[in-house]
């Protein structure tokens, strides 16, 4: 396995240049493109592939090479490749370009990650994560901006589901009884909402008001308050308008509804781990090393990590946010294992992240924070990137550990 950053590697590259780690050769990225010819636009991966054997190669590049001499050579290969195999108009190439120059305004050149000061929630605010559905227009916009836009499309996708409910809730699901009888399903009516809510709501929304609180400047233990405040509103106006509003149709009992604030606290462990990552970005060297001492992290004043009080009634649930944990290094080794015996050296292609993601879920690996499994998120929206994107992450983990 190449190494992260080859201090020896030049600008050139060649068949034989030590770039990603997920193409072990030019020739492995070849065999990436080749393997989405012809593929639907959903599962068309070629913008990705192109991204990250880019920033790979520039990485392994040394750090005192300015942006024009690494990205020029990296460009001249990418589209020499593709449009030998599978020709993209000019506009594909720009924003390949735009992508990785973005990229690397907002890296740490010896680490190859994101600078903690400019780490988001939303995986498509780094600029080698696609998302087909955001355009590159709302990279440039303000905070509150890109805060609406979110909400618009969180809201936007649960009322498209929800709309269905109106003939669902006028004519519920129904089933066959043990004497022969038909009763409405309402066991599926409920968890079809609460999967709905829990899995693709709440995460989204929750993600885009951290992301707004960072975009806004806010540090530290204040970051946190917001949040907390932010998130109880936002589980309550879900559950008075989302949740009781439909199951309440069907006669549901609301109870459920309580698990769903394990969203909440997913959302913000990892807000937790990027406002200190911040904190000790921005300290004096005296102060990052207090901040990075085991026992100070432990000492945490427990002022700064309460929940604000709940304004909400019993009946309206909220969440209690605790410490994050640790990342998982063993879980991202585990990771990295499957993917190399799936695999086996070849180009990582959508046509076999089938039996990755279910060789994952065969082996109790853990999915991501909001996803039911490894193979359910992948024939969702995007599900080829954020699976790709979940290996890179393992990989980077697994690096960065040695």
């Given at each position: 396995?190449?190494?992260l950053?080859?201090?020896?590697?030049?600008?050139?590259?060649?068949?034989?240049?030590?770039g990603?780690?997920?193409f072990?050769?030019?020739?492995a990225?070849?065999?990436?493109?080749?393997?989405?010819?012809?593929?639907?636009?959903f599962?068309d991966?070629?913008?990705?592939?192109?991204l990250?054997?880019?920033?790979?190669?520039?990485?392994n590049?040394?750090?005192?090479?300015?942006?024009?001499?690494?990205?020029?050579?990296?460009?001249?290969v990418?589209?020499?490749d593709?449009?030998?195999?599978?020709?993209r108009?000019?506009?594909?190439?720009?924003?390949?370009?735009w992508?990785?120059f973005?990229?690397?305004?907002?890296?740490?050149r010896?680490?190859?990650?994101v600078?903690?000061?400019?780490?988001?929630?939303?995986?498509?605010?780094?600029?080698?994560?696609?998302?087909?559905?955001?355009?590159?227009?709302?990279?440039?916009?303000?905070p509150?901006e890109?805060?609406?836009f979110?909400?618009?499309?969180?809201?936007t996708?649960?009322h498209?589901?929800?709309?269905?409910?109106?003939?669902?809730?006028e004519?519920?699901?129904?089933?066959?009884?043990?004497?022969g009888?038909?009763?409405?399903?309402e066991?599926?009516?409920?968890d079809?909402?609460?999967?709905?809510?829990?899995?693709?709501?709440l995460?989204?929304?929750?993600d885009?008001i951290?992301d707004?609180i960072?975009?806004?400047?806010?540090?530290?233990?204040?970051?946190?308050r917001?949040f907390?405040?932010?998130?109880?509103?936002?589980?309550?106006?879900?559950?008075?308008?989302?949740?009781d509003?439909?199951?309440?149709?069907?006669a549901i009992r609301?109870?459920e509804?309580?698990?769903?604030?394990?969203?909440?606290?997913?959302?913000?462990?990892?807000l937790?781990?990027?406002?200190w990552?911040?904190?000790?970005?921005?300290?004096?060297?005296?102060?990052?090393?207090a901040?990075?001492?085991?026992?100070v992290?432990?000492?945490?004043?427990e002022?700064?990590?309460q929940?604000?009080p709940?304004?909400?009634?019993?009946?309206?649930?909220?969440?209690?946010?605790?410490?994050?944990?640790e990342r998982d290094?063993a879980?991202?080794?585990t990771?990295?294992?499957i993917?190399?015996?799936?695999?086996?050296?070849?180009?990582?292609g959508?046509?076999?992240?089938?039996?990755?993601?279910?060789?994952?879920?065969?082996?109790?690996?853990?999915?991501?924070?909001?996803?039911?499994?490894?193979?359910d998120?992948?024939?969702?929206?995007?599900?080829?990137?954020a699976?790709?994107k979940?290996?890179?992450?393992?990989?980077?983990?697994?690096?960065?550990?040695?």
């Amino acid at each position: 396995m190449p190494s992260l950053r080859a201090e020896t590697a030049q600008p050139e590259l060649s068949d034989g240049h030590e770039g990603a780690f997920l193409f072990e050769s030019r020739g492995a990225f070849r065999k990436g493109i080749e393997l989405n010819i012809g593929a639907l636009p959903f599962l068309d991966t070629t913008l990705s592939i192109a991204l990250e054997f880019g920033a790979e190669c520039i990485l392994n590049m040394p750090t005192s090479t300015s942006p024009n001499e690494a990205v020029g050579p990296v460009m001249a290969v990418i589209r020499e490749d593709i449009d030998a195999i599978d020709p993209r108009p000019p506009d594909f190439y720009a924003e390949i370009e735009w992508r990785l120059f973005r990229w690397l305004s907002m890296i740490d050149r010896s680490t190859g990650e994101v600078r903690p000061a400019l780490r988001r929630l939303a995986t498509w605010r780094n600029p080698i994560y696609p998302n087909t559905a955001i355009p590159t227009a709302i990279f440039e916009a303000s905070p509150e901006e890109i805060y609406r836009f979110r909400m618009g499309i969180a809201e936007t996708r649960f009322h498209d589901y929800a709309y269905r409910w109106d003939e669902i809730c006028e004519r519920a699901p129904v089933v066959a009884g043990a004497n022969g009888e038909v009763i409405p399903d309402e066991a599926w009516i409920a968890d079809s909402l609460y999967r709905e809510i829990r899995f693709n709501f709440l995460p989204d929304a929750l993600d885009a008001i951290g992301d707004l609180i960072l975009d806004s400047g806010a540090r530290g233990a204040e970051a946190l308050r917001q949040f907390d405040e932010r998130a109880n509103s936002l589980m309550h106006d879900t559950w008075e308008h989302k949740w009781d509003r439909y199951l309440s149709r069907v006669a549901i009992r609301s109870e459920e509804f309580d698990e769903t604030r394990h969203a909440a606290t997913r959302v913000r462990e990892e807000l937790e781990r990027i406002v200190w990552a911040i904190e000790v970005e921005e300290a004096t060297p005296k102060q990052a090393d207090a901040l990075n001492s085991a026992a100070v992290l432990e000492d945490v004043s427990e002022t700064e990590r309460q929940t604000p009080p709940n304004a909400a009634s019993p009946k309206e649930p909220c969440y209690t946010p605790r410490r994050g944990p640790e990342r998982d290094y063993a879980r991202a080794a585990t990771i990295v294992r499957i993917a190399d015996e799936t695999f086996q050296g070849t180009a990582i292609g959508a046509a076999r992240f089938d039996d990755f993601c279910e060789a994952l879920d065969r082996q109790g690996v853990r999915p991501p924070r909001g996803w039911r499994s490894w193979t359910d998120k992948l024939y969702g929206d995007d599900g080829a990137e954020a699976v790709r994107k979940a290996l890179y992450d393992a990989r980077r983990s697994t690096r960065n550990r040695k």
